[in-house]
């Protein structure tokens, strides 16, 4: 069972470093959107294990985000004038896993605290955890405070992005369906009756928070070196709420349908473009309706709760 | 529940959205646009970015409305090298993250061969390395920090920098307010504010003066008090606020009301007749400075704010849509000289520009595809701005 | 010492607008179970509706007269009312039975409808509007401090909506079927209580504070926007949960100490640019000592 995932996961990297070799043909716009979507897949699936398969309601995942990007940003930017270019695979999967641990580190802040809050008063502290992150990039003038960090090379491609993605999700998955990720599950369904049968729910869910932190990072580090910018105000607590979005609409907990929704919403702005003035106005009209026409989110058909 | 066939099934899941989107990129456009293709056709297309949604809509629309007038009236005098000027808007929603994907687009899907963008200098630091690596020449109207320009040398201004503008004020306030003392107060969100506020405390303090105290404020904040009344007690002489009219009107009437009488001075970012309509009686008598004002500046000025109001139902423009008017104008002008609208060529006419004659000023391009013009500082008298001075670079 | 008093007073008339929004918050909540995000968003509304109804007014009531300023006031906590009806009619109540999750979602793309779509050129636009002097405005000075009528019409209103809402929660018949649905909704529904009008009635009245608040707060800070619930939303939303969600005093009482907090923070060269994540920051400890805000109650988990 584990090598056939392991099989598939080596497969998907495969094809996204092909893929990446012949990016240059491609054309640059949906280039970009694709390794939008490979970030987004990586943000929704390690959000997913926090609210989804743990069921604790964290809205402050874009402040993780930030600091693995500022952390993976301001390790290239000193390191790459020291370094030959053959250096620069070595330097970024350097600078994306110290982006990931501090992100993680971060997530070790905001999950003990907040282990003793439920429901709504875990989302407003979350929410608060991740402004007062944003609020510390924008006053920190290392990290370029208001202006951003400029000049970030553009070192994500197609391979980094899915490559990436693909290993969020056999992580995340592998975690969630073994015997011990059956505790996240257990915390999410009746954390009382998990600690009754001898899961502790406070590792579970600073674990949670750890790793889906970790993974958020790295979808930070990739995104700087997309975009080659970071600026504060891009993470704020609109795009947690992005972030969250996609993973309700893909249905708490059901991985698969959190990686289409991820797909669905990167693209969806884009094919929206044409309407320009009205763009917001349907997405947030669509993210209505689509609540109200099917709120188990699109691709829940397998795990009822009770 | 059989975990295997679970497992087995969602990893099938990502595989097809990944398929699919490989199909996607192979599908939609095969190959990558050749660079700058857009004079193929009928039309040039021109490319702007700008924030049409979102917090800073105010001012993005107000440098598209200023834009999107010059390249009509460019159109309606004959076009560009025979052929019509086409604008293509593309919303950034003032969402970092956005001029990327956006200026991408505008580049390799839709042929543009510049871009026009943007008001705040975050998003202009943005799309800049993208508009350089692909050699398409990109004109901000409005974006004050020296970092963008430094980007590369496809990358121009049509505005002053903030040392420029910070210099001309700190001078104004040592010499024409004669004041030794003075307190800033600087709008936290926004680099423009905080690059005006910089260059300002330097000169000032090279002048000789005094910087009472130092406050900030985030940009949308309605309630000024607490700060406001941390400044009445460092008693400065004036008061430097280096922000953008939305914020200044409430400051200005909260310093009224607080009882401060000392002078309040901006920049550029003032300039709006929402200043003075939110603002009223507590603008009255405040000073700040700007690119032009219809006393001094040319017939072209003049006409300008005419046929702006003409077009916008009444609206006067404001120094954004000035600084994007011009941006276009520029661009035009560049193109006739180089008598082509390819990157290169376009690029070393507007680096050649000299004393161009736009609504905003003379813009000269000097070494560092920064526009050298002269500021005007301007006081509000009767709810109308006065001219008081020029300051030439 | 003037300075600390001055800015006692400011935090004071700050925090008496982020309590007056926050009642409608903890209101709401207090029922429901739910956070309305658009909730920041009808506070917008109601600026937006004083400004167009001030000239209407105007028309049949002399200009800044106290009694067109109740008027408008009044007229335009009723347009919030209804809007607040209509939307849970249309987007809440479909939901009803979901979890909570779901309907959070939904009050987010509500609350975001509202405003790109008050942004929108024919609507609104996204430029700043003046809006009119309701009242005029004189400022009382003593000392070396200044007191401003509007900041004390807004405490004196916002004291006097908390009486009156504990008011109708206590002792009205329909108080009581509220308080009776948020302690257990299938049980109130069992002894008669006709749900859908107590939660009509909820939103309702919750809208017609944040129509007050909008007013209120567009008198004492004349520029008003299509995104100015967002900021002053999110920050009354915080007082509400940090004075304890679900309870009414707790929520004014939030939102003064937030104010007040605030105000001696963005007071301080060197700390004002933190005065958000300040605020966040006093959140975030008071509800690691007190898990259920200050006034709240802590809700033990039935196993």
């Not at chain 2, 009928?42 to 107000?62: N, P, Q, R, Y």
């Not at chain 2, 943005?126 to 970092?147: F, G, H, R, V, Y």
């Not at chain 3, 005093?249 to 923070?265: D, N, Q, R």
């Amino acid at each position: 069972m584990h090598s056939g995932a392991k099989r598939l996961l080596l497969v998907a990297i495969l094809v996204a470093a092909v893929v990446s070799h012949f990016s240059a043909q491609f054309n640059r716009y949906y280039l970009g959107v694709a390794i939008d979507i490979g970030i987004n897949i990586i943000l929704a699936v390690s959000l997913n294990l926090i609210n989804g398969h743990t069921g604790q309601f964290s809205l402050g995942h874009a402040g993780f985000m930030a600091v693995g990007g500022y952390s993976t940003a301001k390790f290239t930017l000193t390191l790459q004038p020291l370094l030959p270019p053959w250096a620069q695979p070595l330097i970024f999967t350097a600078g994306l896993l110290l982006g990931g641990l501090t992100a993680a580190f971060a997530g070790l802040g905001v999950g003990v605290p907040t282990l003793r809050l439920r429901g709504d008063y875990l989302a407003i502290v979350t929410l608060g955890f991740g402004e007062i992150i944003r609020v510390f990039f924008q006053t920190t003038e290392a990290f370029g405070a208001a202006t951003g960090l400029t000049g970030i090379p553009n070192w994500t491609n197609f391979g980094w992005a899915w490559g990436g993605a693909a290993l969020t999700v056999f992580v995340v998955g592998c975690l969630v369906n073994s015997t011990y990720g059956r505790g996240f599950i257990a915390v999410h369904d009746d954390e009382v009756a998990a600690g009754a049968t001898g899961i502790n729910p406070v590792r579970y869910k600073v674990t949670a928070f750890v790793i889906g932190a970790f993974f958020a990072g790295i979808a930070g580090g990739l995104y700087a070196h997309h975009k080659q910018f970071l600026s504060p105000g891009g993470f704020d607590f609109m795009k947690s709420i992005d972030i969250v979005v996609m993973v309700i609409l893909g249905g708490m907990g059901r991985t698969a349908g959190v990686i289409i929704a991820a797909v669905l919403l990167t693209i969806l702005p884009e094919a929206l473009r044409g309407f320009a003035e009205y763009r917001m106005i349907l997405y947030s009209l669509l993210i209505i309706v689509l609540m109200i026409a099917r709120p188990q989110g699109l691709f829940a058909f397998r795990r009822q709760k009770n | 529940m059989n975990s295997r066939h679970f497992m087995n099934k969602w990893y099938l899941y990502l595989f097809w959205p990944a398929a699919g989107t490989i199909l996607f990129i192979l599908a939609s456009t095969g190959c990558n646009k050749p660079v700058g293709e857009g004079d193929g056709g009928e039309t040039i297309k021109v490319g702007e970015f700008a924030s049409l949604t979102g917090k800073e809509a105010t001012f993005g629309i107000s440098s598209h409305e200023g834009t999107l007038l010059a390249i009509e009236e460019i159109n309606a005098a004959g076009g560009v090298l025979g052929k019509k000027l086409e604008l293509l808007t593309e919303d950034t929603q003032s969402k970092p993250g956005e001029p990327a994907t956006v200026v991408n687009k505008l580049i390799a899907r839709d042929g543009a061969v510049a871009i026009l963008g943007e008001v705040a200098s975050s998003r202009s630091l943005e799309a800049a390395p993208i508009c350089q690596q692909n050699k398409i020449p990109m004109i901000s109207p409005s974006s004050t920090n020296p970092k963008v320009t430094q980007v590369g040398d496809f990358i121009f201004r049509v505005c002053f920098t903030d040392k420029f503008q910070g210099d001309v004020l700190a001078n104004f306030a040592t010499k024409t307010l004669k004041a030794k003392t003075a307190a800033i107060f600087t709008d936290v969100k926004s680099d423009y504010s905080k690059g005006l506020a910089k260059y300002f405390k330097d000169k000032f303090s090279g002048n000789g003066g005094n910087i009472s105290t130092e406050l900030d404020y985030n940009g949308g904040d309605k309630d000024f008090k607490a700060q406001l009344t941390a400044i009445k007690s460092a008693n400065p002489d004036c008061i430097f606020v280096p922000g953008y009219y939305t914020d200044v009107a409430l400051i200005c009437i909260q310093s009224k009301q607080l009882g401060l009488n000392v002078p309040l001075f901006g920049g550029d970012g003032w300039e709006s007749e929402k200043l003075v309509e939110i603002g009223k009686d507590a603008v009255e008598g405040q000073y700040f400075s700007t690119h032009f004002h219809p006393d001094v500046g040319s017939e072209l000025g003049r006409k300008f704010v005419e046929h702006y109001r003409k077009r916008w139902n009444g609206k006067s423009p404001d120094a954004l849509a000035a600084c994007g008017y011009d941006s276009a104008l520029v661009l035009a002008d560049a193109m006739k000289r180089a008598g082509s609208s390819e990157g290169q060529k376009v690029r070393d006419a507007l680096a050649a520009t000299k004393n161009f004659q736009g609504v905003t000023g003379v813009i000269t391009m000097n070494e560092n595809r920064d526009a050298t013009k002269s500021a005007v500082i301007l006081q509000v008298k009767d709810g109308k701005y006065k001219f008081l001075e020029t300051v030439a670079p | 010492m003037t300075e600390i008093l001055q800015q006692l007073i400011n935090g004071l008339a700050l925090g008496a607008i982020y309590g007056l929004i926050a009642l409608g918050y903890t209101m709401v909540y207090g029922v429901l179970r739910f956070i309305n995000f658009a909730h920041g968003d009808v506070f917008m509304l109601g600026a937006f509706a004083g400004y167009f109804l001030s000239p209407l007014v105007n028309r049949f009531l002399p200009a800044q007269s106290y009694l067109g300023a109740a008027l408008v006031l009044v007229l335009a906590m009723a347009i919030c009312a209804g809007i607040g009806v209509l939307i849970e009619f249309l987007a809440y109540r479909p939901l009803r039975r979901r979890p909570k999750l779901t309907v959070l979602i939904t009050a987010i793309g509500v609350s975001l409808f509202l405003e790109y779509t008050g942004q929108h050129k024919s609507v609104f636009g996204a430029a700043p509007r003046k809006f009119p002097d309701l009242i005029p405005d004189t400022a009382w000075h003593f000392g070396g401090l200044v007191l401003n009528t509007n900041q004390v019409l807004v405490f004196v209103t916002t004291v006097l909506l908390l009486i009156a809402l504990t008011f109708i929660v206590q002792k009205t018949k329909m108080g009581t079927a509220m308080r009776a649905v948020s302690f257990n909704e299938q049980a109130a529904a069992l002894m008669g209580v006709n749900i859908n009008s107590v939660i009509s009635f909820t939103f309702g009245l919750g809208s017609a504070l944040a129509g007050a608040g909008g007013i209120l707060f567009a008198m004492n800070y004349a520029s008003i926007d299509p995104l100015m619930g967002v900021q002053t939303g999110l920050k009354a939303f915080i007082a509400a949960v940090f004075g304890g969600i679900g309870n009414l005093p707790g929520a004014a009482l939030g939102g003064l100490i937030l104010g007040v907090v605030e105000t001696f923070a963005g007071g301080i060269p060197g700390l004002s640019n933190y005065r958000d994540g300040i605020a966040f920051a006093i959140l975030i400890l008071i509800l690691l000592i007190r898990p259920a805000g200050l006034l709240g109650k802590l809700q033990t988990e039935k196993v």
